[in-house]
């Protein structure tokens, strides 16, 4: 199996930061690389896709980028409603894994 | 496009818990379906994917213990997971691979949860 880990593992910020989270990938993976959103009690929420597609509807404050085993998700300025745990998933060998997450707080 | 699981909530361990997802606002053709669980508290695993016309990939984590099935008739397809302990106490989704693909991609819709807990 794939293995990803991310970093940090939690974070502390204020609305109108910037922050950035990292996800690594034991293997090489292309750009077959997700990011999701979940908020306590929902489902995850595909906010970038292939590394650095935004997904419909997802504000364009999100991005992403990176390939080959490196990968970087960017919030330009923190909202409210950001405040959740945000995975990362690769989707280039079966089983699909995704990293254990990094919760981002309100500071 | 809305995904909905279905299921007992509790399964006494060594049974074999079984959950449905009832798509609906598409067909379930020409789609790969996942089911995805996730223990209280902690990450995401994958438990498997099956296509509409039936081929299936399981974790080999659970190879021996899963099972996953398609009823194209009634637009949905369900999960059998066999011999459970306590470690499988996790609410499981179901999600759908955008695209026709099963690799490459991402889960684009997800369902609800459903919290299935393995105690006597």
């Not at chain 1, 910037?18 to 293997?27: D, F, K, M, P, Y």
């Not at chain 1, 993976?29 to 597609?53: D, H």
């Not at chain 2, 997800?110 to 919290?115: E, F, P, T």
Request: with cysteine.
């Amino acid at each position: 199996d794939i293995q990803m880990t991310q970093s940090p593992s939690s974070l502390s910020a204020s609305v109108g930061d910037r922050v950035t989270i990292s996800c690594r990938a034991s293997q090489i993976i292309s750009t077959y690389l997700n990011w999701y959103q979940q908020k306590p009690g929902k489902a995850p929420e595909v906010l970038i896709y292939a590394a650095s597609s935004l997904q419909s509807g997802v504000p364009s404050r999100f991005s992403g980028s990176g390939s080959g085993t490196d990968f970087t998700l960017t919030i330009s300025s923190l909202q409210p409603e950001d405040f959740a745990t945000y995975y990362c998933q690769q989707s280039y060998n079966a089983p699909f894994t995704f990293g254990p997450g990094t919760k981002v707080h309100i500071k | 496009v809305q995904l909905q699981e279905s299921g007992p909530g509790l399964v006494k361990p060594s049974e074999t818990l079984s959950l449905t997802c009832i798509v609906s606002g598409d067909s379930i053709s020409h789609y790969y379906w996942s089911w995805i669980r996730q223990p209280p508290g902690k990450g995401l695993e994958c438990i498997g994917y099956i296509y509409y016309s039936g081929s299936t990939n399981y974790n080999p984590s659970l190879k021996s213990r899963v099972t996953i099935s398609v009823d194209r008739s009634k637009n949905q397809f369900s999960l059998k997971l066999s011999s459970v302990t306590a470690a499988d106490t996790a609410v499981y989704f179901c999600a759908r691979h955008a695209g026709e693909a099963a690799g490459g991609t991402h889960f684009d819709y997800w369902g609800q949860g459903a919290l299935v807990t393995v105690s006597s």
